[in-house]
């Protein structure tokens, strides 16, 4: 599975943690509990990473924001579906 707009999401969850001397978290907005359940949903569900196979090519997909970025490398495989070999983000 890929989750459009993910660095999004994260973001905003990364807005929740404390900053400089603060020491407790922020209570979320609704749009940040949605966030979360995205997050979470995309992490818990079934295993969607292939192994890659060699000489097919590797299409890709990125996802940013002001605050990170995140990328898919993708191959077709013999059932004529693309899925992920590789997923990367950077916060």
């Known amino acids: ?7 999004r999401a994260v973001a905003l969850l990364n807005s929740l943690l404390p900053k400089g001397d603060e020491k407790t978290l922020k209570p979320p907005i609704e749009e940040q509990l949605i966030a979360f359940k995205l997050k979470k949903k995309s992490l818990t569900g ?26 898919a490398l993708f191959q077709m495989y013999d059932d004529g579906e693309e899925y992920p070999v590789v ?3 950077r916060t």
């Not at 890929?2 to 660095?7: I, K, L, S, T, Y």
């Not at 000489?55 to 996802?63: I, M, Y």
């Open 1 to 7: 599975m890929v989750v459009a707009n993910f660095a």
């Open 46 to 71: 079934s295993l969607v990473l292939r192994l890659p196979k060699r000489g097919r090519t590797f299409p890709d997909d990125t996802d940013a924001c002001g605050h990170q970025i995140g990328m």
């Open 87 to 89: 997923f990367r983000n």
